[in-house]
C-alpha cells in the first residue's frame, strides 16, 4: 500500500509541474533559464540566451565609493567577461514574489552569493529580466549592497 501511494504521489507531483511548466509564458520560460545558467555559472548556457545586444546593469552599483567599476555591460562577452569578475563559483536566489508584465519577469527577493574563496553574501535584491524572442535583452538588478549580510560556513 505505501508503494502505491509513494507512486501516486510521484506522479500528482510530476503532474503539477508538468502543468505548471505549460502555464509559462514563452518570456518567463526563457528568463528561467537565464537565471538558472547565471545562478550556476553555466556561461555555455547563458551565452545561447544572449545577443550582441543584451545588457546586464545594476544602477545601484553607480557611484558607490570603493565598489569598482559600475555594473552595465553590453553583449554577451561583455558580459561574461563581468560575471566571471567576481569569481563566484555560484549564486542562489530565493523569491518572495515573481510576477511578469508583458516581456519582463520581476524576481523580487534575495541572493546568496558563494564566491571561489568561499565566503558567502546573502545580498536583498530584485532583478528584473526583459526577454524578446527567446533572448535576454536586460538583465536588471537593484540590489541593496548595504543589506548584504555575511553568513558564516561551518
Known sequence: M????????????????HAHAQDQ??????????????????FDAARALMTDRSVFIDPTSFDREGFGDPIHWTGADAIIAGISSWGLERADYTFERVYESPGRVI??????????????FNYPIISIVTVESGHLVEHRDYTDFDGATRVDTP
Open 2 to 17: 505505501k508503494r502505491i501511494n509513494a507512486v501516486a504521489l510521484f506522479c500528482i507531483v510530476a503532474l503539477i509541474g
Open 107 to 120: 524576481y523580487d527577493g534575495s541572493i546568496l552569493v558563494t564566491y571561489q574563496n568561499g565566503a558567502q
Open 25 to 42: 509564458t514563452p518570456a518567463r520560460q526563457t528568463a528561467d533559464a537565464w537565471l538558472t545558467a547565471y545562478q550556476a555559472q553555466d
